[in-house]
C-alpha cells in the first residue's frame, strides 16, 4: 500500500523533472540514490513532520523508538499566533518488547492519552522505519482509535527509510489528500479565499505577508502549514485559488487540489521585490479570472506601488555599502532563483549558486536571469567551498546551518538563510531585514580581529613594531 | 524514603517532551573524542541528519558523522553491502584514523551480525587494516544517550587496547564519561598535569570539541585522543574511572591490561575532589601543587558565603543518570533538597540517588513535579515547562542550544565546583533581590539587595 502511494508520488504529472523522464526512470523515482559513505540529509520522517507540524493545534505523536523524536524535537523555527500544542513532543517511545511484541497497543493507549489530556482538533501519528519493519499497521489502529474517540486521527505513512526528505514532503501531502482536506466545510467562503501550500511561517514570515493579502482584501483561508489550524487546512478544498510556494514539495497537493476540486494553482514566492509582486499581481489575477470584483487588481497595484517605492527607498543606504561585495549562494529550489534576484536588487554580485535541489526550469531561469557564464554548482565538495572562501574569492556565504562552519572556519561572513534562522525575510519588509542581517555581519568588527596572526606566528620585525 | 517511579510501563504509553535520547547519539559523541575519527551510523540517512543537528546546535562546532544510508530493500536484505560501501567510500575520501560504527533501530530490529561483519570486512578488505574499525551495539529502542556513549568507549577498549609488558609510572588513563563536558576534560587535565602526571583520556573532546580553527578543511574530527595513544593505554599506571556508566569499560580495561582502576562517581563537590587529589598525590608522590591549594581555598569561601542561599531550596534536577547523580550530590552537599531527580533511562545509580521522589522520566514529569520547586536543572528543552510553570532553569548536560559555550563549562574539581555555586546560587540570589524589592522600586538598577543581610553590608 505505502508502495503504491509512493509510485503515485513519482508518477507526479505537475512535476516538470518527471515529465521529461522515460517511463523507467519515473520508475525509479525521484528519490537519488544515497551513497553510503558520502550521503546527507534527512529522511522521509523529516520531511514529513516539516510539512506537517507547523499545523500549531494538532497532537503530532511519533511511532517510533526515541531516536526519532527524542534527537529531533524543538528544533524547528516554526512560529505560531495561537496554540502551541505542535511544540510538544510526543513519542511512543519504543522499547525492546514493543519491537517483539508490536506496538499497536502501544499506539492506542498513547493517542487516548493524549487526546484525553490535550483534547487536540486532531491527531497526526507518524510511522518510523522500525514499526515499518515489524508490521505496525498504524492506519488500523488510527481509524480504530478515529472511531473510538471521536476524533480525527491522521495516519502518516512515511517511514525514513524509503526515502528523502522530498519524499517525505509529498507523503505528507498525500495524508492531507487522503484524510483532511475535504473534511470539514468553513463557516462562510468569499470570492478572494485563497490556499498557501509549503509556507510555514519559519521565523514569523508569514506574517509579513497576511497583512498585505488582508489589506488588498485576499482572505487566507488556508496555509498548508505555517501557523496552521487543523481547521483551516481541512477546508483548503473551498479556497478560489491555491499558490504553491515551494513548488517541489508539494506539488502533488496543488495539482490534486486542482483535479478534485477545480481550483487553480501557481507557484510563487515572497523573497525579493520583484517576486513578492508578482505573487501579488498572479494570486489577485487568478481570483478575479474566477468572478472576485475586478477592484482587487486595483487595491493590489496600490499596495505593491506603495510598498515598492517603500522599500526600494530603505534599501537605498545599503547600496553603497554593498558595491563589490560578492555572495556565494548555497540554497535549493525556487530559493536560488528568488534569492539571486533579490540580492542584486540590493546590490550585491552573486557569484554563483547552488542547483542540487533545484528543477531543471529553476536552473533555465537562472540560465535565462544571468547568462551561460553564472555558476551553477551541481555538487560542490564542503572542501572546494572552504578553499573559495579561504582564497577570498566571496565576501560572504548564505546557506543553511550545518554548512556554516565552513564558512566560518574559513573566517569568512555567514548568513542562515534556511530552516533554523531567527530572522524573516519573506515580503518587503523581509528583504530589507535580510539586507540588514547582511550589513550587520560585514560590517562587523570581528573579521578583521580573527584573521590576524597569533603572537607566535607573527615575524620579529612586527614584535618590534608592537612594542614601540 | 525515596521511592523509584517506572516508566513508561505502568505510567504513561507516550513520553511527552523527550529528556531522553537515543544511544548511537552517545556513541557518535564518543567517537568524535578520538582523533581523526569519522563516526558512523549504521541505519537510514535520518538518524545521522538528526543526531547531527543536535549536535551542531549544542557545540557549535562542525560535526563529522556520517551514514551507511540504509533504505527499505537494504533493511530487508541485509546491510553488509553498504555498510562495507560505506566504509570503503570514508576511507578512500577521507583517510581517518578511525571510522566508529554505531549500529540503530534499523539494522537492530533486523539483527545485523556486527561481530561477523567486522571479520567478513577485514577478510575482504586487507587493504583498509590501517584505518582502526570499532563497532558498538546501540539500538535506539533500548537505553539511552548514556549507554550508547558507554558502549562505545567499551568497545574502544575491547577492539584497540592491548597489554603491556612495561609500566609507565607516570602515565594515567582517564575513562571520561559523557557528563564530562569538553571544558571538564581540559580542567582534570590541568589537575592531572599539576602533579607531574600524563593523562590518556578516553575520549578526549577537550581536543576535539572545545572549539577549533583548522588550517584547511576536514571531514574527519580534528584533534582527540590518538588511536596509538589508545592502544598504549595498557602501559599506564593506573586508570581513573569517571561515572558509573564507564565502569563496564574500566573492568573491560582492566581485566585486559592489569592496570589498576580507580572508580569515581562524581567529580563535582569539594569532597568528591578531595577524593581526587588524594589518589593523584598518592599516585605521583608529589604533594598538591599551590595553585590547587588555593583552587580548594576558593572553594571552601565560596561555601561559606553561598549556603545561606542554597539551604532548604526545593530543585528538580532532569539530566542523565551520571550527571543528575553528580548535581543532585552537589546541591544536597549546599543544603538544597531535591525534590525530584529525573532520569531518562535506567542505571544503578538511581538506587543511590537522594531525593525526594526519583523516576525514569521527561520533560512533562518535571512540568508536573516541580510546581513549587525552586529552580529546575535540566538541558536547553526543559525551557517550555519552566516557563508554563514559572520556575527558573539552569541549562546543564546535552543538547544546549540556547547558550553559548556549551561544551565549555567546567563544573568538575574545586574551580569547577565553584563555578557550578556561584551560577546557581546567583539565581537564587536575583530571585531574592526581585521578591525584597519587588514592590518598591522594580525598575531601581541600583537598588541593593544583599539577600537577607548576609553579605555583611549594612544595607536595611
Known sequence: ?468 | MSHIQRFPSAAKAASTNPLKMSQPLGAALAYLGIDRCLPLFHGSQGCTAFGLVLLVRHFREAIPLQTTAMDQVATILGGYDNLEQAIRTIVERNKPAMIGVATTGVTETKGEDMGGQYTLFRQRNPDMADTALVFANTPDFAGGFEDGFAAAVTAMVERLVEPSPVRIPTQVNVLAGCHLSPGDVEELRDIIEGFGLSPIFLPDLSLSMAGRQPADFTATSLGGVTVDQIRAMGASAATIVVGEHMRVAGNALELKTDVPSHFFNRLTGLEATDKLVRLLTELSGKPAPARLRRQRESLVDAMLDGHFFYSRKRIAVALEPDLLYAVSGFLADMGAEVIAAVSPTQSPVLERLKAATIMVGDHSDVETLARDADLIVSNSHGRQGAARIGVPLHRMGLPLFDRLGAGLRVQVGYRGTRELLCDIGNLFLAREMDHEHGHESHDHGESHGCGGGSCGCNAV
Open chain 1, 1 to 468: 500500500m505505502l508502495q503504491d502511494k509512493i509510485q503515485d508520488v513519482f508518477n507526479e504529472p505537475g512535476c516538470a523533472t518527471n515529465q521529461a523522464k522515460s517511463a523507467k526512470e519515473k520508475k525509479k523515482g525521484c528519490t537519488k540514490s544515497l551513497k553510503p559513505g558520502a550521503a546527507a540529509g534527512g529522511c522521509a520522517y523529516d520531511g514529513a513532520m516539516i510539512v506537517l507540524q507547523p499545523i500549531a493545534d494538532a497532537a503530532h505523536l511519533v511511532h517510533g523508538p526515541i531516536a526519532c523524536l527524542g534527537n529531533s524535537w524543538d528544533n524547528r523555527g516554526s512560529k505560531s499566533s495561537g496554540s502551541q500544542l505542535y511544540r510538544t513532543g510526543f513519542t511512543t517511545d519504543l522499547s525492546e518488547l514493543d519491537v517483539i511484541g508490536g506496538g499497536e497497543k502501544k499506539l492506542y493507549r498513547a493517542i487516548k492519552e493524549l487526546v484525553q489530556q490535550y483534547d487536540p482538533p486532531a491527531v497526526f501519528v507518524y510511522q518510523t522505519c522500525v514499526p515499518a519493519m515489524t508490521g505496525d499497521d498504524i492506519a488500523a489502529v488510527c481509524k480504530f482509535a478515529a472511531q473510538k474517540l471521536g476524533k480525527p486521527v491522521i495516519p502518516v505513512e512515511s517511514p525514513g527509510f524509503v526515502g528523502s526528505k522530498n519524499l517525505g514532503n509529498k507523503l505528507a501531502g498525500e495524508a492531507l489528500l487522503e484524510h483532511v482536506i475535504g473534511t470539514v466545510e468553513p463557516d462562510y467562503t468569499t470570492p478572494t479565499d485563497v490556499c498557501i501550500i509549503g509556507e510555514y511561517n519559519l521565523a514569523g514570515e508569514l506574517w509579513l505577508v497576511k497583512p498585505l493579502l488582508d489589506e488588498i482584501g485576499i482572505r487566507l483561508l488556508s496555509c498548508i502549514s505555517g501557523d496552521g489550524r487543523y481547521r483551516e487546512v481541512a477546508q483548503a478544498h473551498r479556497a478560489r485559488v491555491t499558490m504553491m510556494v515551494c513548488s517541489q514539495a508539494l506539488v502533488n497537493v496543488g495539482r490534486k487540489m486542482e483535479e478534485r476540486y477545480g481550483i487553480p494553482y501557481f507557484e510563487g514566492s515572497f523573497y525579493g521585490v520583484s517576486d513578492m509582486s508578482d505573487t501579488l499581481r498572479t494570486m489577485t489575477r487568478m481570483l478575479v479570472e474566477r468572478g472576485a470584483d475586478k477592484s482587487l487588481i486595483d487595491r493590489a497595484e496600490g499596495v505593491i506601488a506603495r510598498e515598492e517605492s517603500r522599500v526600494w527607498r530603505r534599501l537605498e543606504p545599503y547600496k553603497p555599502r554593498f558595491d563589490g561585495k560578492r555572495v556565494l549562494l548555497f540554497t535549493g529550489g525556487v530559493k536560488s532563483w528568488s534569492m539571486v534576484s533579490a540580492l542584486e536588487g540590493a546590490g550585491l554580485t552573486i557569484l554563483g549558486t547552488s542547483t542540487k535541489k533545484s528543477t531543471r526550469e529553476d536552473k533555465e531561469r537562472i540560465k535565462k536571469m544571468k547568462g551561460e557564464e553564472f555558476h551553477q554548482w551541481d555538487d560542490l565538495k564542503p572542501r572546494d567551498i572552504y578553499k573559495m572562501l579561504a582564497d577570498n574569492q566571496a565576501d560572504i556565504m548564505m546557506s543553511g546551518g550545518r554548512s556554516q562552519f565552513i564558512s566560518l572556519k574559513a573566517k569568512v561572513p555567514w548568513l542562515d538563510i534556511n530552516q533554523e534562522r531567527h530572522h524573516a525575510y519573506a515580503g518587503y519588509d523581509g528583504i530589507v531585514n535580510l539586507c540588514e542581517e547582511i550589513d550587520k555581519t560585514l560590517s562587523n568588527p570581528i573579521w578583521g580581529q580573527v584573521r590576524q596572526p597569533a603572537p607566535w606566528e607573527s615575524g620579529p620585525s612586527s614584535t618590534l613594531l608592537a612594542a614601540e
